[in-house]
């Protein structure tokens, strides 16, 4: 199946500091989801990504896709301890079976 | 609308019981998923329904674990016998079916095998 590489594994930030996390794919993607993880929560959907290009804005998060649809970045400006978690993109495979990626545990210090 | 239900929340269990999770998902929603997490190996997809009928049963790590979806409202996974490795949070989720939709999850069941 599909399969999507995602860095960094982990990102420690001072409260107000900005945040990135990114996948990649060796392969054109149709389209990316991006999902949050609070601890000791369930992943919870945020955006789905479609054309090449995009950029969504949700608040402080802005997404990105890849004008080639082989990657795409998840970018939180100014952090607050409520973007605490772990964040993961998703990609579809051939079977509409949804592949995550390994995730980005985000911890924001006060 | 409930969200999906799992049950139990946490399960613990000794090395050769069975394990049975059961999981309700959204009323409506045709595709139903069973993932499991842990830390080494993240988030990983076990078996994929859609109508109730398993399409993609590759992710199930081998004979030992089942899953069935005897209707629209209700599925259950099984594990016979447990071991302390199959200890994991497992998820359920599910969507309408239609394209590419996003994945609802329940709250999940934490198995913890002695």
Redesign the interface.
């Known amino acids: 199946?599909q399969q999507v590489m995602q860095i960094p594994q982990y990102q420690h930030v001072q409260e107000g500091e900005d945040f990135t996390t990114y996948c990649n794919s060796s392969t054109t993607l149709?389209?990316i989801?991006w999902?949050k993880q609070r601890p000791g929560?369930?992943?919870?959907?945020l955006i789905?990504l479609v054309k090449s290009g995009e950029v969504k804005k949700q608040k402080r998060l802005t997404f990105q896709f890849g004008e080639a649809k082989k990657n795409s970045s998840l970018h939180i400006t100014a952090t607050q301890t409520t973007d605490v978690g772990t964040y993961?993109c998703?990609v579809?495979?051939s079977?509409?079976?949804?592949?995550?990626?390994?995730?980005t545990q985000l911890t924001v210090l006060p | 609308d409930a969200g999906v239900i799992q049950s139990p929340r946490h399960e613990v269990t000794e090395m050769g019981q069975e394990v049975t999770l059961r999981c309700k998902p959204i009323s409506g929603h045709n595709s139903l998923f069973w993932y499991r997490q842990t830390m080494m190996r993240g988030l990983e997809l076990l078996i994929y329904f859609n109508n109730n009928v398993p399409i993609d049963d590759s992710g199930m790590p081998e004979d030992r674990f089942s899953a069935k979806m005897p209707n629209a409202s209700f599925s259950t996974l099984k594990i016979q016998p447990s071991e302390p490795r199959d200890s994991a949070v497992y998820f359920c989720a599910s969507n309408p079916g239609q394209g590419n939709s996003p994945l609802h999850f329940g709250n999940g069941t934490r198995l913890t095998v002695t």
């Open positions: 199946g149709s389209n989801q999902y929560g369930h992943p919870v959907f789905q993961f998703a579809s495979g079977a509409r079976q949804l592949t995550f990626g390994s995730g």
